[in-house]
């Protein structure tokens, strides 16, 4: 996380002028997610330390959460109500992101062949529309996603968790919340 957390931070500084993220904008909190072991503890710590609004407003999205809805940690001003504890794919979201050719279906995504001269040399781009509008991104803004990928993988095999399980944040937060009652 930190390690991405500091690319973020670098691409954020160096081009401050071509990306919109900032808070109170969601475009990438419109869908549920679930998450790995690793970033499900993580999540956990985060939702423990909301405070008795955020609690409440959380507990009540959840009453209506469905296949449609925004994620659960989406609050009515727009912003993650456990931003610090959010998971990985919201931490890369804003950044252009590097794929092998083929991997991103090329009508969902704003996509950038890398090429040398007139050539494809093996990778896609793709990153939020409202990111780079006016440039696109340079080589040192890109990240690699399948390094992320294998790097959270990496992590969550050391902290114990299982390769296999993936937990909806929205369950993750009802059990969260649960817990904290019954404690
Ligand atoms: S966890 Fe936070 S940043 Fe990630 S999709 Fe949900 S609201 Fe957005």
């Keep these: 996380m930190a390690k991405v957390d500091a690319f973020d931070v670098a691409v954020r500084t160096r081009r401050a002028a071509d990306m919109a993220c900032r808070a109170g904008c969601s475009a990438c909190c419109g869908q549920q997610l679930s998450v ?21 407003g959380l507990a009540l999205r959840l009453e209506t959460v469905g296949p449609e809805s925004a994620c659960v940690f989406l609050d009515a001003a727009g912003r993650c109500a456990v931003y610090a ?25 704003f996509l950038r062949r890398e090429t040398v001269g007139s050539e494809t040399v093996g990778s896609d ?30 992590s969550n095999r050391d902290a114990g968790g299982d390769a296999e399980r993936r937990t909806p944040l929205a369950e993750l937060a009802r059990a969260a919340l649960s817990d904290s009652v019954a404690r």
Excluded: H, K
């Design 85 to 109: 504890s959010r998971p990985l794919v919201c931490r890369t979201q804003g950044l252009p992101l590097r794929y092998p050719n083929g991997v991103i279906p090329v009508s969902a995504v």
């Design 36 to 56: 790995c072991d690793v970033e499900a503890a993580l999540l956990r710590e985060g939702i423990d330390a909301l405070d008795d609004e955020a609690r409440a």
């Design 125 to 154: 781009v793709t990153w939020c529309p409202l990111n780079f509008r006016d440039a696109p991104p340079s080589p040192p803004d890109v990240i690699d996603a399948a390094r992320v990928d294998t790097m959270l993988a990496l």
